[in-house]
């Protein structure tokens, strides 16, 4: 049997970047000559199999024919006779398919390291469209390669929009297209898979949502780049370059989905855009089977960024009311992600991205007041139950009553 690296390991090297996890080809052997050496089989009827020691993943070479719909819908051959450029060809992109054995000497049939050198995501065969996954992938890639000046190759392009219009992508399942998504929107430019899914029609069938926001415009004096779809990459793009995490960039891409529903009478005005959202926010979390984090920062964001924006001028009933609905005395982390989100919805504002954002630092000192009301001394006061709540609502009222006048002065 002969071994070779495969995929993002040769690609990364290639490119000089670090190599975090390896993927292996096996040509010219069995099943049984794997289990024989002690490799351990993932799953049932599918070649690929971990190293006993490293636990990397070693597939046998394979072919695949497309035999139904979405992914479930492939027929694997695995034998022994199957060639490297066999199993090259059913790669996704030409840079993806390039193999290496021990002494480094390369296999590279379908031109990955033209592509590479051209800055070109290129698929590798028509087969492309067998797997709408793909897509997903592509623009996935897109984004972590966009600074080294990777752009989607036009004949891509439009496979991508062939299968978006084909109704494939429906075909995924909400945990592949989660992964992807999720992936994609930690890499440093995950503005440019949305871009890219855009560019394709794919985003119109997996977020319509998100799509209604391109063409969408707000008012110029707090928003000077107009176009809601653009703020939101701005956004995104801030998190990045803030290094957020990844419920804040999900809350950061949902934020002004309400924006999508204002009557265009209503334009450039978006009245209670916050509100009418929700219903948005939340369909798109349950398509998508997002972690519950995920979910409750994203609607907890959509219900209440303007809040935020506008946190100095709040009465301090509606503070508390804010503080009590993160329920920030047993979430402050939540309550910290929402703050961070805000202040990227600030910063995702054209020739604003360097503005201060005062709201941060009050917003948190608001936190720390209402929470400093110890509830031992209402104890001792004899307050239970229902009455014990108000009372520490009323202290807390006044703590934040305390906190605004000190921290207008
Ligand atoms: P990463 O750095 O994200 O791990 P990768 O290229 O190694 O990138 P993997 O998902 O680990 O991506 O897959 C390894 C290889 O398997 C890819 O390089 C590609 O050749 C192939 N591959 C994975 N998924 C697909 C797919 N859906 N369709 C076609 N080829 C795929
Ligand atoms: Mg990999």
Known sequence: MRIYKVGGAVRDRLLGKPVTDIDWVV???????????????????FPVFLHPKSGEEYALARTERKSGRGYGGFTFHANPEVTLEEDLIRRDLTINAMAEDDQQNLTDPYHGQRDLEARLLRHVSPAFAEDPLRVLRVARFAARYAALGFTVAPETLELMRQLSESGELEALTPERSWKEISRALMEDQPQVFVEVLRACGALKVLMPEVDALFGVPQ???????????????????????????????????????????????????????????LKL?????????V?????ELALLVGEYHTHGHRALELKPSTLLELLQSFDVYRRPQRFEEFIAACEMDARGRKGLESKNYPQADYLRGAATAARS??????????????????AIKRERLKALKAYKETAST
Do not use: Y
Not at 281 to 289: D, S
Not at 373 to 390: C, D, N, R
């Open 291 to 295: 972690p519950r984090d995920c979910q």
């Open 219 to 277: 008012p110029p004096a707090h928003h000077p780049e107009i176009d809601t779809g653009a703020h939101t990459l701005s956004v995104l793009q801030q998190a990045a370059t803030h290094k957020q995490p990844l419920t804040v960039r999900w809350a950061c891409l949902l934020h002004d989905l309400g924006k999508g529903l204002t009557p265009e009478e209503e334009w450039p005005r978006h009245i209670a855009h916050e509100f009418k959202g």
């Open 281 to 289: 926010i939340k369909a798109v979390n349950e398509r998508f089977k």
């Open 27 to 45: 040509v010219g052997a069995t099943t049984e000559e794997m289990l024989a050496k002690g490799f351990r089989p993932v799953g049932a009827d």
């Open 373 to 390: 009301v110890a509830v031992q001394p209402l104890l001792e006061k004899g307050f239970k139950g229902p009455e014990l709540g108000e």
